[in-house]
C-alpha cells in the first residue's frame, strides 16, 4: 500500500513568510510524528499526534511553530516568520497505535526540504 | 538526559571487510534500540530493533547494556550497504525517538 507522502517536497521561501507543510500518514496509522533534520545532524522530534490530539509538543522549538491533525489523519505542520535557521528537512512518520509493550515501528515519509532565504 | 551517540560520522571499507558502526546511549532503565537506514534517494527505514534479535541483510546488533552500546555489525559489507545508520531509542515513558547523528558507511567496490 501507499506509505507516508509528504508535500511540497521542497519549499523555498524567504525569511518573514508563513510556510505550510503537509504529511497523508498511511492510512489506519493513529500515531503521527514530526521530526526535524538538519545538516549534518539525525531527526529531532518536534511534535507527536495521537488521534486528533498533540500527545506530546515539546519539541516544538518556539511559538512559531504550531502543527494540526483535525480528523485524526493529513497532519499540517505551520511556521510563522520564518528565520534563516528553520532550513532544515522537515520528517513525517506514522505507525499503529502505541501498544502496552514494546514501540511499534515508525513509517516515514520523504520529507520535506525547507529553505529560507 | 537520555542521549545517543555515534561517534563516527563516516566509515569507509572494501566489500567483503567486516564492518561496526558504533552506537553508545545513555538511559535510566532498560531502552528499547533500533537502528534506522537511509539509502540513497530513498525514505529513512528501520533496519532491525533489538528486541526482535534477528539478523536483517546480514546486519545484527546486540544490546550490550553494561557498555551501554549497541553497535551494528556486519561480517562481510557489500556495496549496496553504502548508506546513513542512525541509531535511535524511544525517550523515556513515550514513542518519539531520540536518534544519533548518524553514520555513512561507505563500501568501496
Known amino acids: 500500500g501507499a506509505g507516508v507522502s509528504q508535500t511540497p517536497s521542497n519549499k523555498v521561501t524567504e525569511k518573514g513568510k508563513y510556510v505550510e507543510l503537509r504529511c497523508d500518514p498511511i492510512?489506519?496509522?493513529?500515531?503521527l510524528y514530526w521530526y526535524r533534520q538538519s545538516l549534518g545532524q539525525g531527526p529531532e522530534f518536534l511534535i507527536y499526534?495521537?488521534?486528533?490530539?498533540?500527545?506530546?509538543d515539546s519539541g516544538l522549538p518556539n511559538d512559531r511553530f504550531f502543527a494540526v491533525r483535525p480528523e485524526g489523519s493529513v497532519s499540517t505542520l505551520k511556521i510563522q516568520r520564518t528565520e534563516r535557521g528553520d532550513s532544515a528537512v522537515y520528517l513525517c512518520?506514522?505507525?499503529?497505535?502505541?501498544?502496552?509493550?514494546?514501540?511499534?515501528?515508525?513509517?516515514f515519509g520523504p520529507g520535506t526540504r525547507l529553505t529560507v532565504l | 538526559a537520555q542521549r545517543v551517540t555515534q561517534p563516527e560520522k563516516l566509515l569507509s571499507v572494501f566489500k567483503g571487510a567486516p564492518v561496526e558502526l558504533k552506537c553508545n546511549y545513555s538511559?535510566?532503565?532498560?531502552?528499547?534500540l533500533f537502528w534506522y537506514v537511509q539509502y540513497s534517494r530513498q525514505r529513512l527505514q528501520l533496519l532491525l530493533r533489538?528486541?526482535s534479535r534477528e539478523s536483517i541483510k546480514g546486519f545484527t546488533a546486540d544490546l550490550n547494556k553494561g557498555e551501554t552500546s549497541f553497535h551494528l555489525k556486519k561480517p562481510f559489507a557489500q556495496e549496496e550497504d553504502s548508506a546513513m545508520y542512525y541509531c535511535?531509542?524511544?525517550?523515556?515513558?513515550?514513542?518519539?525517538?531520540?536518534f544519533g547523528t548518524g553514520t555513512r558507511l561507505q563500501v568501496f567496490p
Open positions: 499526534f495521537q488521534g486528533t490530539g498533540a500527545a506530546d
Open positions: 512518520a506514522s505507525s499503529l497505535t502505541p501498544g502496552t509493550s514494546g514501540h511499534n515501528e515508525q513509517f
Open positions: 533489538h528486541i
Open positions: 492510512s489506519g496509522h493513529t500515531a
Open positions: 535511535a531509542l524511544p525517550a523515556f515513558n513515550t514513542d518519539k525517538l531520540i
Open positions: 538511559y535510566s532503565g532498560s531502552p528499547e
